[in-house]
C-alpha cells in the first residue's frame, strides 16, 4: 500500500463521513425546530430560560461571561494555534497527526455548524440576552461545539498519547468544560438547552469522524512511529536462562488490521531483531488462525506473533498455551485489551519491538465450554447479557472507522434490556441467585480509556474475576457510572484477593473472586468471548489454566508478583483449574 493510495483512501474517507455527519445534524435541526417543538421536554425550554434570567447574579455574569469567552471564536482560534504550535515544536519529534487531528476537528466542527445553520433556523430563546447575537441559528451551539472539538480533542491526546497517571485527572478538567460553556450559554440566555445538546454532539462526532481518519493506527508519545530501537538493553528471561536472540516466527496477520504498510514494518523489524526465517500466515472467516496449527505442529517455532485484535490474539493463545512457545503482541485492532492490559505501547509496531527486548512471562488464560459451545480460550474476559449484546450489534463499519467507540454506540441500544436471573456457585459452595443485567468472568480487569471494570483481576494469578452489573434504574447507573468514572481519575490499589462478594455503587456491581465458578441463567443468553460473539445458551464451563501461555512482553505483567512461570524447555500445559460461568 503506497502513501498516496493511504491518503486518497482518508480524504475519500472523511469526505463521506462528514456528509453523513452534516446530514445527521441538519435532520436533527430540522426535527427539533419543526416536529418536537411543541413536545416535551422541548415545550420547557423557554421557562428554562426564564428561571435562569430571573435569578442572574453579578458573580453567575461574571464567570458565564468569562465561560463564553473561553469558547468565543476568537477565544478557540488563538487556543488552537498554540496548542498545534506546541505539538510541533516540543521535543522529542513534531507530533504531526496530533496537530492535524486537533486543527481539522475545530475547523471542520466549524465547517458543519455553518451548514446546519444554513438550514436550520431556530431563534433565540426569548429573554435579555448577555451577549451580542450573530446573525445564526440558535441551533446548535457553535460556542459547545468547537469547546468539545478544542477541548475534547486535548483530553483524548492527553489520554493516549501522555503517560502518569495526572493525564486521567488532567483530561477529567479538559472534559468538563464544554458543558460548562452550554450551561454558560443557556444562563446568558444565548441558546436553548436542546442547542448546547446539539452542539455537544457535533463536536463529539467530529472528534469520532477526525481521530478515525487521522489518527487511527498512529503510535503514542512513548515510541514514535518509525523510531528505531530504543537501545535499551535486552531483559533477561524471566525463569533465570538466557533467551536466544532470534530465531524462527511464525506471523499470524488479519489481513484487515493489519494493513501492507504495517506488516512491511514489522517484517523490517522483526529482521533486526534477528528473525530471519518468518512464515507469515493470514486470518479468514474459515480459518480465524490461519495456518498456525499446522506450523506449530511441524516444529522449529521459536516465537508466534499475532498481528490483530483480541479476536486474532484469542486464536493464536488457543492454539499455542501449553506449548511453551512465546507470544508476542502486535495490537492493530479495535480493543487490544490484553495489549493495554499489559502495558504495551498503542502503536503496533512499538509494542513489538519493546516486546522483542524483554522477557518471557507466564500469563493465565481461561478454557470456555458450553452448552452448543465448542471449547476455546480466551485471555481477557468472557461474559453473557449486556456485554454480549453490545458485541454483537455493533456494526462492522463503525468498528472500521471508529474503533471501540463503535461498541459505546450499540451500548446505547441495550441500556433497557430486561434483567437476567442466575444462579452462581463458588469453589462448590452454596448456589447465589441473582438478578443482573451483565455478568463477566475476566483474567484482565481494565477497558478502554483505562476503565477498571474488574479490579481485583491478574493475568498471572491464577483465577478469574466475576463482576455482576446490575444497575436499577437512573440512580443505579449514575452511582455505577460515577464509580467506574472514579476508578479511571484515581486508580486505588488492588483489593485484597477474596471469594466473598464485595458490592459496589448502592449494590450496582457485586464482585467475586473464586477458582471455580458456575453460573447458570434460567433462559439463553448471548454470550461472548475476547470480542467475538457466541450462540446463546444457559451456562458457560470456564477452566482456569494457571501460568500456561507464554507472552514475551518488555517487563512483567504489572502489579504481579509473576510466580507463575513456565520453564523455557516445558512443553506441558500445567494442570488446569476449573471455573465455570
Given at each position: 500500500?503506497?502513501?498516496?493510495?493511504?491518503?486518497?483512501?482518508?480524504?475519500?474517507?472523511?469526505?463521506?463521513?462528514?456528509?453523513?455527519?452534516?446530514?445527521?445534524?441538519?435532520?436533527?435541526?430540522?426535527?427539533?425546530?419543526?416536529?418536537?417543538?411543541?413536545?416535551?421536554?422541548?415545550?420547557?425550554?423557554?421557562?428554562?430560560?426564564?428561571?435562569?434570567?430571573?435569578?442572574?447574579?453579578?458573580?453567575?455574569?461574571?464567570?458565564?461571561?468569562?465561560?463564553?469567552?473561553?469558547?468565543?471564536?476568537?477565544?478557540?482560534?488563538g487556543?488552537?494555534?498554540?496548542?498545534?504550535?506546541?505539538?510541533?515544536?516540543?521535543?522529542?519529534?513534531?507530533?504531526?497527526?496530533?496537530?492535524?487531528?486537533?486543527?481539522?476537528?475545530?475547523?471542520?466542527?466549524?465547517a458543519?455548524?455553518?451548514v446546519?445553520?444554513?438550514?436550520?433556523?431556530?431563534?433565540?430563546?426569548?429573554?435579555?440576552?448577555?451577549?451580542?447575537?450573530?446573525?445564526?441559528?440558535?441551533?446548535?451551539?457553535?460556542?459547545?461545539?468547537?469547546?468539545?472539538?478544542?477541548?475534547?480533542?486535548?483530553?483524548a491526546?492527553?489520554?493516549?498519547?501522555?503517560?502518569g497517571?495526572?493525564?486521567?485527572?488532567?483530561?477529567?478538567?479538559?472534559?468538563?468544560?464544554?458543558?460548562?460553556?452550554?450551561?454558560?450559554?443557556?444562563?446568558?440566555?444565548?441558546?436553548?438547552?436542546?442547542?448546547?445538546?446539539?452542539?455537544?454532539?457535533?463536536?463529539?462526532?467530529?472528534?469520532?469522524?477526525?481521530?478515525?481518519?487521522?489518527?487511527?493506527?498512529?503510535?503514542?508519545?512513548?515510541?514514535?512511529?518509525?523510531?528505531?530501537?530504543?537501545?535499551?538493553?535486552?531483559?533477561?528471561?524471566?525463569?533465570?536462562?538466557?533467551?536466544?536472540?532470534?530465531?524462527?516466527?511464525?506471523?499470524?496477520r488479519?489481513p484487515?488490521?493489519c494493513?501492507?504498510?504495517?506488516?512491511?514494518?514489522?517484517?523490517?523489524?522483526?529482521?533486526?531483531?534477528?528473525f530471519?526465517?518468518?512464515?507469515?500466515t493470514?486470518?479468514?472467516?474459515d480459518?480465524?488462525?490461519?495456518?498456525?496449527?499446522?506450523?506449530?505442529?511441524?516444529?522449529?517455532?521459536?516465537?508466534?506473533?499475532?498481528?490483530?485484535?483480541?479476536?486474532?490474539?484469542?486464536?493464536?493463545?488457543?492454539?499455542?498455551?501449553?506449548?511453551?512457545?512465546?507470544?508476542?503482541?502486535?495490537?492493530?485492532?479495535?480493543?487490544?485489551?490484553?495489549?493495554?492490559?499489559?502495558?504495551?505501547?498503542?502503536?503496533p509496531?512499538s509494542?513489538?519491538?519493546?516486546?522483542?527486548?524483554?522477557?518471557?512471562?507466564?500469563?493465565?488464560?481461561?478454557?470456555?465450554?458450553?452448552?452448543?459451545?465448542?471449547?476455546?480460550?480466551?485471555?481477557?474476559?468472557?461474559?453473557?447479557?449486556?456485554?454480549?449484546?453490545?458485541?454483537?450489534?455493533?456494526?462492522?463499519?463503525?468498528?472500521?472507522h471508529?474503533?471501540?467507540?463503535?461498541?459505546?454506540?450499540?451500548?446505547?441500544?441495550?441500556?433497557?434490556?430486561?434483567?437476567?436471573?442466575l444462579?452462581?456457585?463458588?469453589d462448590?459452595?452454596?448456589?447465589?441467585?441473582?438478578?443482573?443485567?451483565?455478568?463477566?468472568?475476566?483474567?484482565?480487569?481494565?477497558?478502554q480509556?483505562?476503565?477498571?471494570l474488574?479490579?481485583?483481576?491478574?493475568p498471572?494469578?491464577?483465577?478469574?474475576?466475576?463482576?455482576l452489573?446490575?444497575?436499577?434504574?437512573?440512580?443505579?447507573?449514575?452511582a455505577?457510572?460515577?464509580?467506574?468514572?472514579?476508578?479511571?481519575?484515581?486508580?486505588?490499589?488492588?483489593?485484597?484477593?477474596?471469594?466473598g462478594?464485595?458490592?459496589?455503587?448502592?449494590?450496582?456491581?457485586?464482585?467475586?473472586?473464586?477458582?471455580?465458578?458456575?453460573?447458570?441463567?434460567?433462559?439463553?443468553?448471548?454470550?461472548?468471548?475476547?470480542?467475538?460473539?457466541?450462540s446463546?445458551g444457559?451456562?458457560?464451563?470456564?477452566?482456569?489454566e494457571?501460568?500456561?501461555?507464554?507472552?514475551r512482553?518488555?517487563?512483567?505483567?504489572?502489579?504481579?508478583?509473576?510466580?507463575?512461570?513456565?520453564?523455557?524447555?516445558?512443553?506441558?500445559?500445567?494442570?488446569?483449574?476449573?471455573?465455570?460461568?
Amino acid at each position: 500500500m503506497t502513501t498516496e493510495n493511504g491518503g486518497a483512501a482518508r480524504r475519500s474517507r472523511l469526505v463521506w463521513l462528514l456528509a453523513a455527519q452534516t446530514t445527521l445534524m441538519v435532520l436533527l435541526g430540522l426535527w427539533v425546530t419543526r416536529v418536537a417543538v411543541g413536545l416535551w421536554p422541548l415545550t420547557l425550554e423557554e421557562r428554562l430560560s426564564e428561571d435562569f434570567a430571573a435569578h442572574r447574579s453579578p458573580v453567575g455574569n461574571g464567570v458565564t461571561e468569562a465561560l463564553s469567552l473561553v469558547a468565543s471564536t476568537e477565544g478557540i482560534i488563538g487556543v488552537t494555534l498554540l496548542c498545534v504550535a506546541a505539538l510541533l515544536a516540543l521535543p522529542p519529534a513534531p507530533r504531526w497527526a496530533e496537530a492535524v487531528f486537533l486543527g481539522a476537528s475545530v475547523a471542520v466542527q466549524s465547517a458543519v455548524f455553518l451548514v446546519v445553520t444554513f438550514f436550520v433556523e431556530r431563534p433565540r430563546p426569548d429573554v435579555p440576552q448577555l451577549d451580542g447575537a450573530p446573525p445564526t441559528s440558535s441551533f446548535p451551539s457553535g460556542h459547545v461545539g468547537a469547546s468539545v472539538a478544542l477541548y475534547g480533542g486535548l483530553a483524548a491526546l492527553v489520554l493516549h498519547r501522555a503517560r502518569g497517571p495526572w493525564r486521567y485527572l488532567a483530561a477529567g478538567v479538559l472534559f468538563l468544560v464544554p458543558p460548562a460553556v452550554g450551561l454558560s450559554r443557556v444562563y446568558r440566555g444565548m441558546h436553548h438547552p436542546s442547542d448546547v445538546l446539539g452542539g455537544l454532539l457535533n463536536g463529539a462526532v467530529t472528534l469520532l469522524v477526525v481521530g478515525s481518519v487521522f489518527l487511527s493506527g498512529r503510535g503514542d508519545a512513548r515510541t514514535p512511529r518509525g523510531a528505531t530501537d530504543s537501545g535499551a538493553a535486552p531483559v533477561p528471561a524471566q525463569d533465570g536462562r538466557s533467551r536466544r536472540a532470534g530465531g524462527s516466527v511464525v506471523v499470524v496477520r488479519h489481513p484487515h488490521g493489519c494493513p501492507d504498510e504495517l506488516a512491511a514494518e514489522v517484517r523490517a523489524r522483526l529482521h533486526r531483531h534477528g528473525f530471519t526465517d518468518q512464515r507469515w500466515t493470514s486470518t479468514s472467516v474459515d480459518r480465524p488462525g490461519g495456518r498456525l496449527a499446522e506450523e506449530c505442529a511441524a516444529g522449529g517455532v521459536d516465537l508466534v506473533v499475532a498481528c490483530g485484535g483480541d479476536g486474532t490474539v484469542r486464536v493464536c493463545a488457543d492454539v499455542v498455551t501449553g506449548t511453551g512457545i512465546p507470544l508476542a503482541l502486535v495490537p492493530c485492532g479495535t480493543g487490544n485489551l490484553l495489549a493495554r492490559n499489559l502495558d504495551l505501547p498503542s502503536d503496533p509496531a512499538s509494542a513489538l519491538d519493546e516486546a522483542l527486548t524483554g522477557g518471557d512471562f507466564a500469563i493465565d488464560v481461561g478454557r470456555v465450554e458450553g452448552d452448543g459451545l465448542q471449547p476455546t480460550r480466551f485471555t481477557v474476559m468472557a461474559g453473557a447479557g449486556f456485554d454480549a449484546a453490545m458485541v454483537r450489534d455493533a456494526s462492522p463499519v463503525l468498528k472500521a472507522h471508529l474503533g471501540w467507540a463503535a461498541y459505546a454506540l450499540s451500548a446505547a441500544r441495550h441500556l433497557r434490556d430486561p434483567r437476567m436471573r442466575l444462579s452462581l456457585r463458588l469453589d462448590g459452595g452454596r448456589r447465589i441467585r441473582r438478578r443482573a443485567r451483565m455478568v463477566v468472568i475476566g483474567n484482565v480487569g481494565a477497558l478502554q480509556a483505562g476503565l477498571e471494570l474488574l479490579p481485583r483481576a491478574r493475568p498471572d494469578s491464577g483465577r478469574m474475576e466475576v463482576v455482576l452489573f446490575d444497575p436499577r434504574g437512573a440512580a443505579g447507573w449514575l452511582a455505577a457510572a460515577a464509580h467506574l468514572a472514579a476508578r479511571i481519575v484515581r486508580r486505588p490499589a488492588a483489593a485484597p484477593a477474596s471469594g466473598g462478594p464485595v458490592s459496589v455503587a448502592a449494590g450496582s456491581l457485586e464482585y467475586f473472586s473464586a477458582a471455580r465458578i458456575e453460573v447458570r441463567f434460567a433462559r439463553a443468553q448471548g454470550r461472548e468471548v475476547d470480542g467475538d460473539t457466541l450462540s446463546e445458551g444457559t451456562r458457560l464451563t470456564v477452566d482456569t489454566e494457571p501460568g500456561a501461555l507464554r507472552m514475551r512482553l518488555p517487563r512483567p505483567p504489572g502489579g504481579t508478583s509473576n510466580t507463575a512461570r513456565t520453564s523455557p524447555t516445558s512443553r506441558t500445559a500445567p494442570a488446569a483449574r476449573t471455573v465455570k460461568l
